[in-house]
């Protein structure tokens, strides 16, 4: 029977007694709405520690006031359901009132990575994360968190958020899990409607295209970006954010690709729903 704990003092206490009996945790953050993506990393903590807390929970402070928020599924009992076959397992699914009373004003931010990438399109958003995250470690205390390269800025930030803080956690990260038509597997997937849905495998279509010009010796950014944009652009249904390719590590763009191992970098809209994905390329 899987638990769920849905108060800051409880998830304290439980944390306290596990750590107490010489137990390891790990901690997978999530948003809920729980999907095979989401599942690859439990079943990697699994493996790793005694005890896996799954947090569940729709952080407000990482949505901008145009954002999904209020629409964002919420299907806790599911969730509880999807995660069944898995032993050791205990959810942390705390009120936004046990999180953020009204007195909260403290925050957390990282001041490089989270300015590139999305950080120009989602004001606020890496401040949010990089505060809830915190509090998550601080309440869970875990000795590993796990985290997908799906978001691939968001696993920089929090392994400089881990480094930059000094917090006792090793950072695992997990590779991210498609669908059939190599579609990133997200919880946004859900807003798609069926030609939206079939529009997305353009995404993925789009990397694989960076990693055969790449791979192909193709040298000239502008060249790549160009073909790129070009592909999407056939998908009416698509707007771009962003497409670019930059340096894994730093984030900063890279007009000129020599040997080293780049990013490529995107976000779109399909329809009203945000998408993101990436894939680090070794250049030929
Ligand atoms: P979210 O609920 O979207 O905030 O995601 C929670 C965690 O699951 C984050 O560390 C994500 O990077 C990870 N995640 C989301 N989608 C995938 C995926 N398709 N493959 C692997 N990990 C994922």
Not at 30 to 49: D, F, I, Q, Y
Not at 107 to 112: F, I, K, L
Not at 118 to 147: E, Q, Y
Not at 229 to 240: N, Q, V
Request: glycine share 6%; proline share 5%.
């Amino acid at each position: 029977m899987i638990k769920i704990i849905k108060s800051v003092k409880e998830m304290a206490n439980f944390a306290n007694r596990i750590k107490g009996r010489g137990h390891t945790i790990a901690l997978v953050p999530t948003m809920g709405a729980l999907h095979e993506g989401h599942l690859s990393l439990v079943e990697a903590a699994h493996n790793k520690a005694n005890i896996v807390v799954v947090s569940i929970y729709v952080n407000p402070t990482q949505f901008a006031p145009n954002e999904d928020f209020n629409k964002y599924p919420r299907t806790l009992l599911k969730d509880k359901t999807a995660l069944r076959h898995f032993e050791h397992i205990t959810i942390f699914a705390p009120s936004d009132k046990e999180l953020y009373p009204d007195t909260f004003d403290t925050w957390v931010e990282e001041g490089t990575i989270s300015k590139k990438l999305c950080g120009k399109f989602r004001f606020g958003h890496f401040k949010g994360v990089t505060t809830i995250l915190s509090k998550l470690f601080n309440v869970v205390r875990p000795d590993f968190a796990f985290f997908g390269e799906k978001d691939y800025q968001q696993q920089l930030i929090v392994k400089k958020l881990v480094k930059d803080l000094n917090y006792p956690i090793d950072v695992i990260i997990c590779p991210t899990i498609r669908e059939y038509d190599g579609l990133a597997m997200s919880s946004r997937n859900k807003y798609l409607s069926p030609k939206e849905r079939k529009a997305a495998a353009v995404l993925y279509k789009t990397l694989i295209r960076a990693k055969k010009d790449l791979e192909g010796g193709e040298t000239d950014y502008r060249r790549i970006i160009v073909g790129l944009s070009r592909l999407i652009g056939f998908e009416p249904l698509i707007r771009i954010d962003y497409i670019t390719i930059v340096n894994p590590d730093t984030l900063i763009e890279i007009k000129e690709i020599k040997k080293e191992k780049v990013l490529v970098a995107l976000a779109a809209r399909v329809g009203k729903t945000r998408l993101i994905d990436s894939m680090i390329v070794q250049p030929k």
